[in-house]
Every structure is written in C-alpha cells, then in structure tokens.
C-alpha cells in the first residue's frame, strides 16, 4: 500500500547539489549552460546528467539513456534535487521504469512542467512524493525576476505559495464561486488526458485539480477535459485551480477556449479560480504538486504548502 501522507523531500541548503536531466525533449548546450550558470549564482552546485545533451529524433537521446539519466539522478545520494531541462514529449516512453525504490529511500526536490507531468503523476501515484511544478531549467536564465524568484522560493525557502488571480490572464474569467481544500494535483491538461486509461490513474477524490496548456485549439481542450471525465479522473474533486491557456485560439468566431473551461468546469459543481500564474506564460508561478492547499474563488486567491521541508524534518507528512 502506498501511504496517502505526502512526501516531502528537504529543501535545497547552499552548497548542494542539482542533477539536470532531459527526460523528454532534446537540449541545445547552451541552454543546460545557462541552467548551470542559474543555479550556481544562488550557491548551489549544478550538472548535467551524462546524456542530457544527446540527441534521438525530437527526443534527449534514446529511451534507455534517459532513463538512466533519471534513474542515476535519484539514485546518487549526493544529488539533492532532479530538475528537468524542458518539457516537449517523450516522459511516458520511459515512466514505468524508474527506479521507485530509490525515489522511497532517498525522496528528492523533482522539479518540470509540460510533458514533465507524466513523471509527476506517475511518481504521485507510486510513491506519494511531492513535486514542483516550475519552469524547465533550460529556459531558468531567460525569466523574468518573479519567476525566478518562486523557482527560489520553492526550492530553497520551503514558504507557501500564495497566488492571486491575475485580471491580465485570459482564463481570470473562468469562476465558479465556493472555497475548497484539499491535495493540488494536475499540471499540463493535455498531458492527463493522454496518460487516461495508462496505469497510472490518481486518485483525485477530494483534490484540488491544477490545470493548463499550451497551443491547443478550443475543441482539443474540450476534447482533454471529456477524456478525463470520461475515464472518471475527475469523479469526487473538491476544486479546480486553472492556470494559463497560452496560444490557445481558433480560426472560428466561436467558441473560446474560456468559454469551453467556463461550460465545462461549471458543470462539476465545485469552486473554479481562473487567472492563476501557472503553466507557459511569460510569467511563471512555481508550485507544489502533492501538496496540501486552499483555493478560495471568491478572494481570487490559491494558497498551496510548500514542497520542501526543513533538512532535519521526516520526509513523510
């Protein structure tokens, strides 16, 4: 039996080090570079996992070099934290390989987004271990300083994570009045509606569902929210924390990706907060994924724990 109290892995302290890995999509070397460069100015230490740079069609690599990428990052008990370069596609290819035990012996700061959700969902359901959904490390340098400072803050703090609802984002409309508390799970929706009727099925009964997406016609986001609904992931969920829909438009009059999130959000009877910083846009909220967390639509605000704990903590609870 996996036990349902989160795990939480320490938080990052000076001097540690951090293991880039690029489990999906392929890396230009100068953009690990310029990752390495990131972390080293807050004082950590910073590698490359050893075929991070490699190449295989549109992928890091072949499957079986990324996966050992991974699987040596959660192995290595000098590594403290596992980041993920970029997201793109090719998680799934390697998830039902990762070495679980090593990930329950030793839990690690995990931190990506995008395609990097199947490896956060997967690690949920297996063992219970606490993500971070922020940016990809490749493109750390390149944002701006409020991103970067809630990539420091998750990593390296261990504050909650309070979010306001931004007027400027295009889903601040999408709202269904209410308060909930529960564990934030989700991420990319694309990504969840691919991984329905895989093994990995999480348990979202009483959960708040983070969701976002990129370059997805209004059909197709439809399309991912029916999958999901359909395969009865979102049966029994408390609330529904939306987070950007970048790129996100159709060539029709009609109808608009808001409009599709509004009809069927509204339809699970439960709070919805739209306008949350979360997912592709120019400006990134990092946050924890297995986390406990409030999200109130009528203040416009998502309060989430942090993902880290205190080095001398226990990693359960």
């Known amino acids: 039996m996996v036990p349902f109290s989160p795990v939480r892995p320490a938080m990052l302290q000076p001097g540690e080090l951090v293991r880039l890995v690029a489990p999906s999509g392929w890396v230009r070397p100068d953009r690990a570079a310029a990752a390495i460069q990131a972390l080293t100015s807050w004082g ?12 295989h069609f549109y992928l890091a690599g072949t499957d079986e070099e990324r996966l050992d990428d991974v699987n040596d990052a959660f192995r290595d008990p000098e590594v403290r934290a596992v980041l993920c370069l970029r997201g793109g596609y090719g998680a799934q290819r390697i998830i039902d390989d990762i070495d679980l035990d090593a990930v329950r012996n030793d839990p690690k700061l995990f931190m990506g987004y995008s395609d990097i959700t199947a490896l956060h969902i997967a690690l949920w359901c297996e063992t219970r271990l606490s993500t971070v959904h922020g940016p990809v490390a490749a493109y750390l340098s390149d944002a701006d300083s409020s991103t970067k400072g809630s990539v420091h803050r998750a990593l390296m703090t261990g504050d909650p994570v309070v979010m306001t609802a931004d007027e400027k984002e295009s889903t601040f409309d999408v709202r269904v009045a209410g308060r909930a508390e529960g564990i934030l799970l989700g991420g990319n929706l694309t990504m969840l509606a691919t991984m329905a009727g895989g093994r990995h099925k999480p348990d979202l009964g009483g959960a708040i569902l983070v969701i976002e997406a990129t370059n997805e016609e209004p059909y197709r986001v439809d399309r991912s929210l029916v999958q999901l609904k359909r395969a009865g992931w979102l049966d029994g969920i408390a609330g529904v924390a939306v987070g950007q829909f970048t790129n996100c438009v159709d060539d029709g009059p009609t109808p608009t990706v808001e409009q599709v999130l509004s009809e069927q959000l509204g339809s699970f009877g ?8 979360i997912g592709h846009g120019d400006q990134q909220t990092t946050v924890g994924l297995g986390v406990p967390a409030v999200l109130d639509a009528d203040s416009g605000t998502l309060v989430a724990q942090p993902v880290g704990r205190p080095a001398d903590q226990q990693a359960s609870g």
């Open 44 to 55: 950590l230490r910073a590698q490359a996992a050893k075929s991070a740079l490699s190449r």
């Open 270 to 277: 439960v709070p919805v907060l739209g306008g949350l910083p």
